[in-house]
């Protein structure tokens, strides 16, 4: 790997926030949980809808039950470290519109009988994303979606509707709304195993195509980040679209006897900001690509956006008299609000804004990762992710406290827009206090495992039975994570 290709965005010198001396102890941190959950027992009763709220609440009330529930929301929000959702963001210009319901029931590019929609606005967004991808608009179909299942259940639906006989290849690790799509389709579906980085392994991927010659393929390659998975959610990977396009066509599959669906989440929209980062493009053979807008745009809901080529669109759509529109949307009503958000969100940034955002999350992302590897911590980051893996630590309070992702004996930090440099450094600095084998003051890192579900092999330890999870070598009497990507930067 070339190494200047890997730190293309990291600085000489990494600029941090100033951080509070005055930080709380492990037990007056808990002693803050103890009193915040005891309040918010006391709230929680008064969320009942009983038979005795015949005349209705006063608004005072109400107005009390939401300002604390703000409050949670707000002690919640300073510690969101494992999931992707940006929660910086300001939507107060757009308050008005939550004195209208906006539904932009059927077809975007078509509209509707009922006027109180945004599908001019959603338009706009579609023809912004569709430029990011390289698709002319008189090529291109799409609309905003409830979020990145949605996105899934519409790319897949079309694959299988180019191929009804078609088999669905994804890797083992993708997002389980792809396995859960497999069963609503009736679809059979070929689980292909993944490398130690979490992308899909193009050898297994041959075996398995060359198995199948006589059916299409269906492909779903993950592009981003999407919870909760061990391979491309936990360890940020991502699928090699290229090497998948050259693997499809090495086993004699032609361009008309195969689909491509990018499930892209958090990173599809930040890989084209990034020099060298792989490229998501309708100018490969690709079928349909979808993100999420709550993950990196940041949104107050859920939401997403899905492309498609527009020759696919015919059959799935079905004219519909009662809202004078085509109806080629996995859902009837949907919402007229989530396309002024992403509209919102891009018009305010423009592409500096977004590139810089993206810039920020990498170089942050790189900032903790070394930090942890220098205070002994096993860690890993994949090249174009601002996902941030490192051990489970054993103690399970600390990482509900943080919010953290766990799967099996790893966990992550999502470095997102939000989370202050100065918020990240207190909780390493916690990491790094307690330990990951959970006797706080000892500093030691060790997996908290039994001898039992240790196997050696040559020397490594594979810890469980997926061995791509997590690598651990037996040095000086003790287990240490083995840090793949220091290896391929030195090889």
């Known amino acids: ?254 361009q008309d006897r195969f689909y491509i669906h990018c499930d892209g989440a958090l990173l599809g929209i930040m890989l084209p900001f990034l020099k060298q980062a792989p490229r998501i493009t309708f100018k490969k053979p690709i079928g349909s690509v979808t993100v999420s807008g709550h993950k990196f745009l940041g949104c107050p809901i859920p939401c997403g956006i899905v492309i498609t080529r527009l020759k696919y669109i015919n059959a799935l759509s079905k004219d519909i008299e009662i809202i004078a529109s085509r109806d080629a949307t996995i859902t009837g009503s949907r919402s007229g609000h989530a396309p002024i958000f992403f509209w919102y969100a891009i018009k305010k940034r423009g592409l500096i804004g977004l590139k810089n955002e993206v810039q920020k999350c990498i170089m942050n992302a790189r900032y903790l990762h070394d930090r942890l590897r220098d205070a002994g911590v096993g860690t890993m980051l994949n090249e174009f992710s601002n996902t941030v893996v490192f051990e489970k630590p054993l103690d399970d309070d600390f990482t509900r406290r943080w919010n953290l992702a766990c799967k099996g004996n790893i966990t992550h930090v999502v470095v997102m827009q939000h989370g202050a440099c100065g918020v990240r450094d207190r909780c390493r600095r916690k990491i790094v206090k307690i330990g990951v084998n959970g006797d706080e003051g000892d500093g030691r890192f060790r997996l908290g495992v039994k001898a039992s579900e240790k196997t050696r092999i040559a020397g490594w330890v594979r810890l469980g039975e997926r061995s791509e999870d997590s690598v651990w070598l037996w040095c000086e009497g003790k287990y240490i994570w083995r840090d793949p990507f220091d290896e391929r930067r030195r090889s």
């Open 1 to 254: 790997m070339d190494k200047d290709m890997a730190m293309v965005f990291i600085p000489a010198a990494h600029a941090t926030e100033p951080l509070s001396n005055a930080e709380l102890s492990r037990e007056e941190e808990t002693q803050i949980d103890i009193d915040d959950q005891a309040e918010n027992n006391k709230h929680i009763n008064l969320l009942a809808i009983t038979d005795q709220c015949t005349t209705g609440e006063t608004q005072d009330n109400l107005s009390a039950v939401i300002t604390h529930y703000v409050h949670t929301l707000n002690q919640y929000n300073s510690r969101n470290l494992g999931y992707p959702t940006n929660q910086d963001f300001n939507y107060d210009a757009l308050a008005p519109l939550l004195h209208f319901h906006l539904n932009n029931a059927g077809d975007p590019f078509l509209g509707s009988s009922f006027s109180l929609n945004s599908t001019a606005f959603e338009v706009s967004v579609l023809d912004w994303f569709a430029n990011l991808w390289e698709i002319k608009k008189s090529e291109y179909w799409g609309y905003v979606t409830t979020g990145g299942t949605e996105g899934n259940l519409h790319g897949i639906l079309v694959g299988r509707e180019q191929f009804p006989d078609g088999i669905l290849y994804t890797s083992k690790d993708s997002h389980y709304s792809i396995f859960k799509i497999a069963r609503m389709y009736r679809m059979e579906c070929v689980k292909v195993g993944t490398l130690v980085f979490g992308e899909i392994d193009c050898v297994k991927l041959q075996t398995s195509l060359l198995a199948h010659k006589n059916k299409p393929a269906i492909i779903n390659l993950n592009i981003g980040f999407n919870p909760p998975t061990v391979g491309t959610t936990m360890k940020g990977g991502v699928d090699d679209l290229d090497l998948v396009i050259r693997t499809l066509e090495k086993c004699g599959f032609t």
